[in-house]
């Protein structure tokens, strides 16, 4: 039912963990499983150096956070926030279509993030 990528994201999941100086941070959660997922991000000059995640959910869910945060590392803002569902559910091998949108957990923490990094930016910098 899974891919080889997947267990092996689920059971070696990437990037756990809290970002105490975090740039930015995207949360969220589905009201219908009840699954949740933060994705921390650093970034330098408009690039995401690092991020990590901490996810209450399924086994998909925590392939889908360890998968994105490795796909974000090193992708400019623009390019992070190009990531998308499909891509990452792609980048896993696939996932069983119950469980697509466990991957728009992902795209959408991340997108959270990228805001939220962006918002900060602007009350800082304000023009
Ligand atoms: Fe809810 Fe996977 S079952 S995120």
Redesign the pocket.
């Known amino acids: 039912m899974y891919s080889d990528k997947v267990m092996d994201h689920f059971t070696n999941p990437r990037n756990v963990g809290d970002m105490a100086d975090a740039d930015g941070i995207g949360e969220v959660g589905?009201p219908?499983?009840?699954?949740a997922?933060r994705i921390y991000i650093k970034v330098r000059d408009d690039r995401i150096t690092d991020a990590k995640f901490k996810t209450f959910?399924?086994?998909?869910?925590i392939a889908?956070s360890s998968m994105v945060t490795e796909m974000v590392k090193g992708k400019t803002l623009d390019e992070g926030l190009a990531i998308s569902k499909e891509a990452v559910a792609s980048a896993l091998d696939g996932l069983p279509a119950q469980?697509m949108?466990?991957s728009?957990?992902g795209a959408d923490a991340l997108k959270k993030a990228i805001d939220d990094y962006k918002s900060r930016q602007n009350k800082q910098d304000p023009q």
């Open positions: 589905n219908t499983c009840g699954d997922m959910g399924c086994g998909a869910a889908v469980k949108h466990c728009n957990l």
